[in-house]
């Protein structure tokens, strides 16, 4: 943070914290020997980290944030990924915030939600209407914050990307791929998942240039896409 300077703060904190956190950044570098200030100050200004976030999502995120903090219980609409690629409803939710991750570009908010009984894992950017409650829970004293259980992905996708478009996806991979190896063919590359939500709009998104080799069922998934994006674009 303190390489990024100001504007990595003042986008990813909220007012309560963010005079706090310029001041301590500041008294860090006046205690630093001249050398390693300068090569600061000089990274400081080479350096720029811009969040990609909606304000919409930072203001989630804000509250969120308070929510951990106060032991608050909060409520919220979510849309969850379907798990046939069709749209579904939106779910109400209250969920006891516990932790806050970020994978990639993307904020998961790890929380006990009170619908399914257990903990589950939400993407702020799928949640809607978001309140603080009045209500006070207490974090288990045996909570550690770890990487998603791999074990809940009990469905392995092998797919085959064509040596046109290789360099492009390693740039951007997939959060669920396992695996890689050159063919002669292209790309194999392993991915495993909850469900075909977790990849469809990836695997979409490279069009011919991929082919699902397994399971069928998703191979039937992406056709009916397919379809319908032909349908749509039909005069």
């Not at 979510?78 to 779910?91: E, I």
């Not at 991750?101 to 790890?110: A, Q, R, V």
Request: proline share 5%.
């Amino acid at each position: 943070m303190l390489l990024l300077g100001s504007d990595f703060v003042g986008r990813n904190f909220d007012a309560q914290y963010h005079d706090a956190a310029q001041s301590a950044g500041q008294k860090i570098i006046t205690v630093l020997p001249e050398t390693l200030r300068r090569e600061v100050e000089y990274l400081q200004e080479s350096i720029r980290f811009v969040a990609l976030n909606s304000p919409f999502e930072q203001e989630t995120l804000q509250q969120v944030r308070r929510a951990i903090i106060q032991h608050k219980t909060i409520s919220f609409r979510y849309y969850s990924r379907p798990r046939d690629g069709t749209s579904s409803a939106p779910s109400q939710r209250e969920a006891d915030p516990y932790a806050l991750i970020h994978i990639g570009s993307t904020w998961m908010l790890l929380a006990y939600c009170h619908l399914r009984q257990d903990n589950r894992y939400f993407r702020i950017d799928r949640m809607e209407a978001l309140a603080i409650t009045d209500k006070i829970f207490f974090r288990p004293p045996d909570f550690k914050l770890e990487r998603r259980d791999e074990r809940e992905r009990t469905t392995v996708v092998r797919i085959l990307i064509d040596h046109e478009t290789v360099r492009w996806a390693q740039e951007t991979p997939s959060y669920f791929q396992v695996s890689q190896e050159d063919t002669p063919d292209g790309l194999l590359v392993t991915l495993t998942i909850q469900q075909p939500g977790d990849i469809l709009t990836w695997l979409l998104g490279w069009g011919s240039h991929v082919r699902v080799l397994e399971p069928e069922s998703l191979r039937e998934i992406l056709v009916r896409e397919a379809e319908g994006v032909l349908k749509n674009h039909r005069k």
